[in-house]
């Protein structure tokens, strides 16, 4: 059998182990490129030629076992590298029709010469008694075709390419690759302005939102830390999951609850893969915004024994990022009425009480503010697996899943508070859209806030498989999940808020401060057109009039327990297939938000003095 790849003419070869494979084409084979292996078994040589210059290589176990390669480094080509590591052995290189290299020992008849040079373009093998088993993407990519041809529903899927190599680092990136799939980059449970690291955070499908969507690990619901229904995917670490599958229909042996679309994220387990499998990896991160790398790495180890009916497997992996970014941020598009004393070349003077004129209505900007942003972000994962089966029949598991992610970010800014009764000078577009106006003495905002967003999952489930017959099979599950917002009583938001300006009509110090929105938008910015204390710009940052306004403390703790069993059959005969079970689910959340700044109470606060 053969995963990859073109089929005619593998169905006679029989059991070849394993192969390597990255990017089809003659290209990728006959291009130099940089090559750089260090001494080391054969068969990992020829994976690392075939990681570093896109090149499909192909290669029985059986015929590279025991054997050891010298180290090559230089430009070459993916087949100058392969035939100076086997040069002086037994094995030879030949290309498919489509490019691939092929590295298998010599089959030559008694009175066969030896092959010329140049390899020769076979476009059919049929060495008796071989099996090749594609991995890497051709692999991968087949594997994702065999999944969507056989549901039974609409289905498409990503698995990995190998052992810790997903297509992205980040699951709901990965995910984008899927049609109908796009996503949302927003910071899901901090407070302050909204805000972004960059990363994906949760998935849209066919125009169904997160709360229209869920997530299931190893077919079973997972709880959700965050305030609605949506799963926040910036806690998954990709390099430790095997295979996303999205249902875009129905399947009720899963989950009928979606109407978007359904994830089942499926981890690694030790039987698909049997032996001693051990893997690390390590990279580093460096944003010059921030100054310093930041580390990544994952590790995973797995074996089985007892002839292969008992295997574990353990992985962990933790990722680290730092981010900037600049915002300027609109807190609000008021709709309202101005009196015609506020307008630009008004005739009249405003008196103490406005009467707006309810026929002309205009739209401004309520607080426009700009803000630096830091982010700092540390994600943990862990699995664990135990499999046994003690016959072909019979199989259990055992996994365990632990995912974290730690982010805290610093807002700087700056900001003020507009209103429409103090505006002069007004300028509008036709629309009625504000595009300019002047403010006396009003006073500047400075704020600072740390917030924290912690997000940690637990999940752990028992699975049990029964092939009772050939048509009748029985499957018994368990699971217990828990997920926790800020679990540590973290708080969301630490903010402060100073500045200098009246608190009272009479005070000092404010700006007579105007705003400017170019007319059309033109990719420019509103821009204020003066700042500092009574207009002076060199005391814009004068600690000695900058005075505390207001402090606020909010923390949001949420917790969701989810635990569900199933009991469930499956009968096949032929083209008919028949399931029938039932299923347990209990879902608990709890919800809680403590705030010292409860209904907006401004008029609790004191002012800034002057």
Same mark, same amino acid.
């Given at each position: 059998?053969?995963?990859?790849?073109?089929?005619?003419?593998?169905?006679?070869?029989?059991?070849?182990?394993?192969?390597?494979?990255?990017?089809?084409?003659?290209?990728?084979?006959?291009?130099?490129?940089?090559?750089?292996?260090?001494?080391?078994?054969?068969?990992?040589?020829?994976?690392?030629?075939?990681?570093?210059?896109?090149?499909?290589?192909?290669?029985?176990?059986?015929?590279?076992?025991?054997?050891?390669?010298?180290?090559?480094?230089?430009?070459?080509?993916?087949?100058? &590298?392969?035939?100076?590591?086997?040069?002086?052995?037994?094995?030879?290189?030949?290309?498919?029709?489509?490019?691939?290299?092929?590295?298998?020992?010599?089959?030559?008849?008694?009175?066969?010469?030896?092959?010329?040079?140049?390899?020769?373009?076979?476009?059919?093998?049929?060495?008796?008694?071989?099996?090749?088993?594609?991995?890497? @993407?051709?692999?991968?990519?087949?594997?994702?075709?065999?999944?969507?041809?056989?549901? #039974?529903? +609409?289905?498409?899927? @990503?698995?990995?390419?190998?052992?810790?190599?997903?297509?992205?680092?980040?699951?709901?990136?990965?995910?984008?690759?899927?049609?109908?799939?796009?996503?949302?980059?927003?910071?899901?449970?901090?407070?302050?302005? %909204?805000?972004? =690291?960059?990363?994906?955070?949760?998935? =849209?499908?066919?125009?169904?939102?997160?709360?229209?969507?869920?997530? +299931?690990?190893?077919?079973?619901?997972? %709880?959700?830390?965050?305030?609605?229904?949506?799963?926040?995917?910036?806690?998954?670490? *990709?390099?430790?999951?095997?295979?996303?599958?999205?249902?875009?229909?129905?399947?009720?042996?899963?989950?009928?609850?979606?109407?978007?679309? =359904?994830?089942?994220?499926?981890?690694?387990?030790?039987?698909?893969?049997?032996?001693?499998? &051990?893997?690390? *990896?390590?990279?580093?991160?460096?944003?010059?915004?921030?100054?310093?790398?930041?580390?990544?790495?994952?590790?995973?180890?797995?074996?089985?024994?007892?002839?292969?009916?008992?295997?574990?497997?353990?992985? &962990?992996?933790?990722?680290?990022?730092?981010?900037?970014?600049?915002?300027?941020?609109?807190?609000?598009?008021?709709? !309202? #009425? +101005?009196?015609?004393?506020?307008?630009?070349?008004?005739?009249?003077?405003?008196?103490?009480? +406005?009467?707006?004129?309810?026929?002309?209505?205009?739209?401004?900007?309520?607080?426009?503010?700009?803000?630096?942003?830091?982010?700092?972000?540390?994600?943990?994962?862990?699995?664990?697996?135990?499999?046994?089966?003690?016959?072909?029949?019979?199989?259990?598991?055992?996994?365990?899943?632990?995912?974290?992610?730690?982010?805290?970010?610093?807002?700087?800014?700056?900001?003020?508070?507009?209103?429409?009764?103090?505006?002069?000078?007004?300028?509008?577009? &036709?629309?009625?859209?504000?595009?300019?106006?002047?403010?006396?003495?009003?006073?500047?905002?400075?704020?600072?806030?740390?917030?924290?967003?912690?997000?940690?999952?637990?999940?752990?489930?028992?699975?049990?498989?029964?092939?009772? !017959? *050939?048509?009748?099979?029985?499957?018994?599950?368990?699971? !217990?999940?828990?997920? %926790?917002?800020?679990?540590?009583?973290?708080?969301?938001?630490?903010?402060?808020?100073?500045?200098?300006?009246?608190?009272?009509?009479?005070?000092?110090?404010?700006?007579?401060?105007?705003?400017?929105?170019?007319?059309?938008?033109?990719?420019?910015?509103?821009?204020?057109?003066? #700042?500092?204390?009574?207009?002076?710009? %060199?005391?814009?940052?004068?600690?000695?009039?900058?005075?505390?306004?207001?402090?606020?403390?909010?923390?949001?703790?949420?917790?969701?327990?989810?635990?569900?069993?199933?009991?469930?059959?499956?009968?096949?005969?032929?083209?008919?297939?028949?399931?029938?079970?039932?299923?347990?689910?209990?879902?608990?959340?709890?919800?809680?938000? #403590?705030?010292?700044?409860?209904?907006?109470?401004?008029?609790?606060?004191?002012?800034?003095?002057?």
């Amino acid at each position: 059998h053969m995963f990859g790849g073109r089929k005619p003419g593998f169905d006679r070869l029989v059991p070849w182990a394993a192969a390597t494979n990255v990017l089809t084409g003659l290209w990728s084979v006959a291009i130099a490129g940089e090559v750089h292996v260090p001494a080391q078994p054969l068969a990992q040589s020829l994976r690392d030629i075939a990681h570093q210059t896109g090149a499909n290589i192909l290669f029985a176990p059986d015929a590279v076992r025991d054997r050891y390669a010298a180290a090559i480094n230089g430009s070459m080509s993916a087949y100058d &590298a392969i035939r100076r590591l086997i040069s002086g052995t037994d094995l030879q290189i030949v290309r498919d029709s489509s490019g691939g290299l092929i590295v298998r020992q010599v089959q030559l008849e008694p009175t066969q010469s030896p092959p010329p040079a140049p390899p020769p373009v076979v476009q059919s093998l049929t060495m008796e008694g071989e099996t090749i088993i594609v991995t890497g @993407i051709r692999g991968s990519l087949q594997r994702n075709l065999d999944i969507k041809r056989n549901a #039974y529903g +609409l289905v498409d899927a @990503i698995t990995m390419e190998d052992v810790g190599r997903f297509p992205d680092a980040n699951l709901a990136t990965a995910l984008m690759r899927i049609p109908g799939v796009t996503v949302s980059r927003a910071v899901t449970s901090l407070n302050g302005i %909204s805000s972004s =690291t960059g990363e994906p955070t949760q998935i =849209t499908v066919r125009g169904f939102g997160p709360a229209f969507n869920e997530t +299931l690990f190893e077919g079973r619901k997972i %709880s959700s830390g965050i305030s609605f229904r949506g799963f926040d995917f910036s806690a998954l670490n *990709s390099d430790l999951v095997q295979e996303v599958d999205v249902l875009k229909s129905p399947d009720p042996s899963l989950s009928a609850g979606a109407i978007g679309a =359904t994830l089942n994220i499926k981890y690694p387990r030790p039987l698909d893969k049997p032996g001693l499998r &051990a893997t690390v *990896s390590a990279s580093t991160t460096y944003n010059p915004d921030e100054g310093r790398p930041t580390p990544n790495f994952n590790v995973l180890f797995s074996d089985s024994f007892a002839g292969n009916r008992l295997g574990f497997l353990v992985a &962990a992996a933790y990722a680290e990022t730092k981010s900037r970014s600049n915002e300027a941020t609109v807190w609000g598009w008021e709709g !309202t #009425y +101005l009196d015609p004393c506020e307008f630009a070349g008004a005739t009249t003077t405003c008196g103490a009480a +406005l009467v707006p004129d309810a026929t002309r209505p205009v739209w401004y900007i309520q607080d426009y503010g700009i803000y630096q942003i830091h982010n700092w972000q540390m994600r943990e994962n862990a699995v664990a697996v135990l499999q046994w089966q003690p016959s072909d029949a019979f199989h259990a598991t055992v996994n365990g899943t632990f995912a974290r992610n730690d982010l805290k970010e610093l807002q700087n800014g700056y900001a003020i508070w507009n209103s429409g009764s103090e505006m002069r000078n007004v300028k509008t577009s &036709a629309d009625g859209t504000i595009i300019g106006f002047t403010r006396a003495n009003a006073p500047t905002d400075f704020d600072a806030q740390f917030n924290e967003q912690v997000l940690q999952n637990y999940d752990l489930g028992i699975n049990m498989r029964w092939v009772v !017959t *050939s048509k009748l099979s029985i499957l018994i599950d368990g699971d !217990t999940a828990l997920s %926790s917002l800020n679990p540590g009583g973290q708080y969301g938001e630490y903010s402060a808020d100073t500045g200098y300006g009246p608190s009272t009509p009479t005070g000092t110090n404010g700006s007579d401060i105007g705003i400017t929105v170019a007319p059309g938008g033109n990719h420019v910015l509103p821009y204020y057109t003066s #700042y500092g204390p009574n207009g002076d710009a %060199s005391r814009f940052l004068d600690t000695s009039i900058i005075g505390s306004h207001v402090i606020v403390l909010i923390s949001q703790r949420n917790r969701n327990i989810t635990n569900q069993a199933k009991l469930q059959a499956d009968w096949s005969d032929g083209d008919l297939h028949l399931t029938a079970g039932v299923q347990y689910l209990a879902n608990h959340m709890k919800l809680s938000a #403590y705030h010292s700044f409860a209904n907006n109470q401004w008029q609790a606060y004191a002012g800034y003095g002057a």
